[in-house]
């Protein structure tokens, strides 16, 4: 027969128990007693334990002195010398009056109600990339009142920023993006915390900054990072809602979300560097990221929540210029070499390398100086009168903006079938905007035989600074 | 059901409220317990224990609850209840409140307005933890 505990009962449950003080129990560890004791007297379950069947967090247990939070919880063991107890701890307070307000068309909503914004509150989200994206992400989970925002990011605001980036304001270029965000946090919710990472996000500090967080809103701009934060949200099981943005193109998703796949089960492997060009290369509409953003901190919003169905399996896809929203199922691949059944990559790696980054660097430092030269150099060159062709190997809405007196445009991309218009003889200086897409193009020429040919070191861009002040940067 | 406060005892948590503000203040309740009322004799009032947030939070910890059962029982009285202020926010119990509390117990709630004790109210959990009852707030002597 199993032995009778002595359980007592505090002054507040004693109605429900018919006002005894003390209760005698049959069970073998402090769960079966609490259960023994919810089963005798079924209206003080409600009160002692939680929806889910756990106990209520003011709720204290005791075996004699300890609190079982100290010993083994509810396993602890019993026996008919303890005496158990039910001690109250007791919480409570209020929203502010001001809060009331300001979340007051979340609180009468059913789906969010006190609840939810709770749940908000105490929510902690990281926004890697405080740009694009992380602008509209920043500050509509800001003003929903998301109780940490963190955010990595180490730039500084540009001019070439404030067309899309709206968290900046003109009066903020040349100030850190962490800074001026955080700033502007503050002022639109006071109740926010922010957390600034000034870091590039690297496989050396990313689990050690994204393990703080419930979500990751994945806003950043190239390959490698985005890896980084897939194999970390992967490793770490924090969802990860993923954005991404180019022109008028945009997509959205979320990954790692319980068992959804991840993003390299959709992209197994980087492009090729070079193939896919990013934003500051081809230009992207100023309102796109407004649109995925907005979506990315709507599905940000229901995970904290808990409600409705988000993106997980699923790619959202934007063509802006015909405003038309598509949608490709996901699956999870089983052979994904992070999230698949037998994963071979269970620590962070090398990202640069892994997208082909560093390779490139390598080869454009390769090209060696003989065939680089100069803004200067290429002032004096042309003030001696040499006999010189410009070649400008960028877009022609780019030739709109800036030109070097003189040059001749072919982009990059139709060199190869245009390379007759050139002429091996003649002596060469190529340029872009910043110098990477004319080593490109150097590199080509040499390798069809080109031997007079350099690359503009910084491209226009460089010039502009060096030689030419009234010429425009972008 | 009712609850009788002395004017001196209700004071005296008024003040509390006042001296902790911007903080929450809370504390415990003593005294006795017959069908359809409660007669507070005596407060305890409590240091909030939360690190944070105790501009809208408020904590006591079950080693403080212990301490006070023991002091009713010497006093020949009961642990009815409890008080705290809403610093600049209405006498009414929060959602947060009502995830906390515990049945039986009367919640008197004083409202401090920019520093200034404000209306108090008195509630008490339904026992289907559904939302609070308003009790009868009567001041004795």
């Known amino acids: 027969m199993m032995t009778k505990v002595r359980v007592e009962i505090p002054t507040a449950l004693r109605a429900f128990a018919g006002n005894q003080d003390t209760v005698e129990l049959a069970g073998e560890t402090v769960g079966e007693l609490l259960r023994e004791l919810a089963a005798a007297y079924p209206q003080m379950k409600k009160h002692v334990f939680d929806d889910q069947g756990k106990l209520r967090n003011f709720v204290n247990v005791y075996v004699n002195d300890d609190d079982i939070k100290h010993l083994d919880k509810e396993l602890t063991r019993v026996g008919a010398k303890d005496v158990i107890s039910i001690i109250p701890s007791v919480a409570g307070g209020a929203l502010t009056q001001q809060q009331i307000q300001r979340y007051s068309r979340h609180l009468i909503m059913p789906e969010v109600a006190m609840e939810g914004q709770q749940k908000l509150r105490h929510a902690r989200v990281l926004v890697v990339g405080a740009g694009g994206l992380g602008s509209p992400v920043l500050s509509y989970l800001a003003a929903a009142g998301v109780g940490t925002l963190g955010i990595v990011d180490f730039d500084t605001v540009d001019f070439t920023n404030l067309q899309r980036q709206i968290i900046y304001s003109t009066g903020d270029v040349g100030r850190p993006k962490l800074e001026a965000a955080a700033d502007r946090i503050r002022a639109m919710n006071p109740d926010v915390r922010v957390e600034t990472h000034e870091d590039r996000l690297t496989s050396e500090n990313a689990l050690s900054i994204l393990k703080n967080y419930d979500v990751v809103v994945d806003g950043t701009d190239n390959y490698p990072t985005r890896y980084l934060v897939n194999d970390a949200c992967v490793m770490l099981g924090i969802p990860n809602v993923y954005g991404s943005i180019f022109r008028f193109d945009g997509q959205a998703s979320v990954f790692c979300q319980e068992d959804g796949p991840c993003y390299r089960c959709v992209y197994p492997e980087p492009p090729p560097p070079g193939l896919v060009p990013s934003c500051a290369e081809g230009g992207v509409l100023g309102v796109l990221p407004g649109i995925i953003g907005t979506i990315q901190a709507t599905e940000a919003v229901k995970i904290i929540l808990g409600k409705g169905t988000t993106l997980a399996g699923r790619l959202l896809i934007l063509d802006a210029m015909k405003m038309h929203f598509r949608e490709l199922k996901l699956k999870k691949d089983p052979s994904c070499p992070v999230c698949g059944e037998h994963p071979t990559i269970t620590e962070l790696i090398d990202y640069e390398q892994f997208c082909g980054i560093r390779g490139e660097e390598m080869e454009a430092r390769d090209l060696g100086k003989e065939w680089e030269i100069s803004p200067r150099a290429l002032q004096e060159k042309i003030r001696a009168g040499d006999d010189l062709v410009i070649l400008d190997v960028r877009n022609p809405e780019e030739a709109q903006i800036s030109r070097i007196q003189g040059s001749i445009l072919i982009p990059l991309g139709e060199l190869p079938e245009r390379v007759a218009e050139l002429n091996t003889a003649d002596q060469m200086v190529v340029h872009c905007r910043m110098g990477g897409r004319s080593a490109k193009a150097v590199e080509f020429l040499r390798s069809v035989g080109f031997k007079k040919v350099k690359n503009l070191v910084g491209g226009i861009n460089a010039w502009a600074e060096e030689v030419d002040k009234t010429m425009a940067r972008y | ?141």
């Open chain 2, 1 to 141: 059901m009712r609850v009788v406060v002395p004017a001196g005892i209700l004071e005296r948590m008024r003040r509390h409220g006042e001296e902790t503000y911007p903080h929450e203040c809370c504390g415990f309740m003593l005294g006795s317990a017959e069908d359809g009322m409660q007669q507070i004799v005596e407060i305890r009032s409590q240091p909030n224990e939360r690190t944070e947030s105790r501009e809208n939070r408020f904590l006591i910890t079950p080693d403080q609850f212990k301490a006070a059962e023991s002091a009713a029982r010497k006093a020949g009285l009961q642990l009815v209840g409890i008080y705290h202020s809403h610093p600049d926010s209405p006498a009414r119990p929060s959602e947060y409140d009502r995830d906390h509390a515990w049945p039986w117990f009367s919640y008197i709630i004083v409202s401090v307005k920019g520093g200034k004790a404000d209306e108090a109210n008195a509630w008490q959990l339904k026992d289907d933890r559904s939302g609070f009852e308003a009790l009868k707030l009567e001041k004795g002597d």
